[in-house]
């Protein structure tokens, strides 16, 4: 309570001025679960900014770039809505009419969403572990669906976007067995912790960051002279993130969950595999934003 008094009353935090994004979301839940359904409680969404029937969503064929969004603790997979819906939008006016100017094939942004329950990430490692598979068995599923006859412009890698722990999920999927390289090429990350965590309930949540951390940076940036640096694992870590992109975006002072500090990635991420930045530096944004705010902030 002191600490937050001396917050209010010294630090100048500015007020939220982010307008709503409105939108028309349509859902449609997509079987992703195995044989075992080891994963009753999760679910796989495809979002559509659309007044048509759920029944309707997937009578047309799938095409577009892949992307899934992953919610934070106790958050909602409809949390995607926000960003799809902003895409849709801006796609035509925004990267859809540079594509077009190039000749090349211009395709929008095709949103999916896992939704997790509402499970609290946060404060337990056995929920965090159940997700990252989750998540890594999805990405089979949105491949297969993205299929087509032309094979040239078939995708071959989903990006993820995951919001606070859903970043670290992101993240931690590259070092399971059963993941395949290059099914992912692309991480964007909103207010996730990957330099520290916001509480520290579970010491196995501590040890997980540890390890999701340990095996990029060996994979990133390996020690000279150590002996890690030439084993199989560090021969793994390579091979899979040597064509990854991380880009984690905090949400500046406004955040009082996560720190831009904590958005750090620099200890295992070199520049030219990514970079963190605050949403205050973000050229036409230069706002700040909350923790929940910097899914919806328009």
Same mark, same amino acid.
């Given at each position: 309570?002191?600490?937050?008094?001396?917050?209010?009353?010294?630090?100048?935090?500015?007020?939220?001025?982010?307008?709503? &994004?409105?939108?028309? *979301?349509?859902?449609?839940?997509?079987?992703? &679960?195995?044989?075992?359904?080891?994963?009753?409680?999760?679910? $796989?969404?495809?979002?559509?900014?659309? &007044?048509?029937?759920?029944?309707?969503?997937?009578?047309?064929?799938?095409?577009?770039? *892949?992307?899934?969004?992953?919610?934070?603790?106790?958050?909602?997979?409809?949390?995607?809505?926000?960003?799809?819906?902003?895409?849709?939008?801006?796609? *035509?006016?925004?990267?859809?009419?540079?594509?077009?100017?190039?000749?090349?094939?211009?395709?929008? #942004?095709? #949103?999916?969403?896992?939704?997790?329950?509402?499970?609290?990430?946060?404060?337990?490692?056995?929920?965090?572990?159940?997700?990252?598979?989750?998540?890594?068995?999805?990405?089979?599923?949105?491949? !297969?669906?993205?299929? +087509?006859?032309?094979?040239?412009?078939?995708?071959?890698?989903?990006?993820?976007?995951?919001?606070?722990?859903?970043?670290?999920?992101?993240?931690?999927?590259?070092?399971?067995?059963?993941?395949?390289?290059?099914?992912?090429?692309?991480?964007?990350?909103?207010?996730?912790?990957?330099?520290?965590?916001?509480?520290?309930?579970?010491?196995?949540?501590?040890?997980? $960051?540890?390890?999701?951390?340990?095996?990029?940076?060996?994979?990133?940036?390996?020690? *000279?002279?150590?002996?890690?640096?030439?084993?199989?694992?560090?021969? $793994?870590?390579?091979?899979?993130?040597? +064509?990854?992109?991380? @880009? !984690?975006?905090?949400?500046?002072?406004?955040?009082?969950?996560?720190?831009?500090?904590?958005?750090?990635?620099?200890?295992?991420?070199?520049?030219?595999?990514?970079?963190?930045?605050? &949403?205050?530096?973000?050229?036409?944004?230069?706002?700040? @934003?909350?923790?929940?705010?910097?899914?919806?902030?328009?």
């Amino acid at each position: 309570v002191t600490l937050g008094f001396f917050w209010y009353s010294f630090v100048d935090v500015p007020p939220n001025i982010c307008r709503m &994004t409105y939108m028309w *979301p349509s859902y449609l839940r997509i079987s992703a &679960t195995n044989q075992n359904n080891d994963f009753g409680r999760y679910s $796989l969404f495809l979002y559509r900014e659309s &007044t048509s029937p759920n029944s309707e969503l997937l009578n047309d064929k799938l095409v577009g770039i *892949p992307v899934l969004f992953i919610p934070g603790n106790a958050g909602s997979g409809k949390q995607v809505r926000s960003i799809a819906s902003q895409s849709a939008k801006d796609f *035509p006016r925004g990267i859809g009419s540079m594509l077009n100017a190039s000749n090349s094939n211009s395709q929008p #942004f095709l #949103f999916f969403a896992v939704d997790f329950s509402e499970d609290l990430t946060a404060f337990s490692s056995s929920a965090l572990s159940a997700q990252i598979r989750f998540v890594n068995q999805c990405l089979n599923t949105i491949i !297969s669906l993205t299929q +087509h006859g032309d094979v040239r412009s078939n995708p071959t890698s989903v990006i993820l976007i995951g919001h606070s722990m859903g970043g670290l999920v992101a993240r931690g999927i590259f070092a399971l067995p059963s993941f395949k390289a290059g099914t992912v090429r692309t991480i964007i990350t909103l207010a996730s912790p990957h330099a520290g965590l916001p509480v520290n309930v579970d010491p196995g949540l501590r040890s997980q $960051l540890d390890a999701i951390n340990d095996f990029w940076r060996l994979g990133l940036m390996p020690r *000279p002279g150590t002996l890690s640096r030439d084993g199989p694992q560090a021969a $793994l870590a390579r091979q899979r993130l040597k +064509h990854v992109v991380l @880009v !984690s975006i905090a949400g500046g002072v406004r955040d009082e969950l996560v720190s831009a500090r904590a958005c750090g990635i620099d200890s295992f991420c070199p520049a030219r595999h990514g970079f963190a930045v605050a &949403t205050e530096a973000l050229g036409g944004a230069w706002l700040s @934003v909350d923790h929940q705010a910097v899914l919806w902030c328009n």
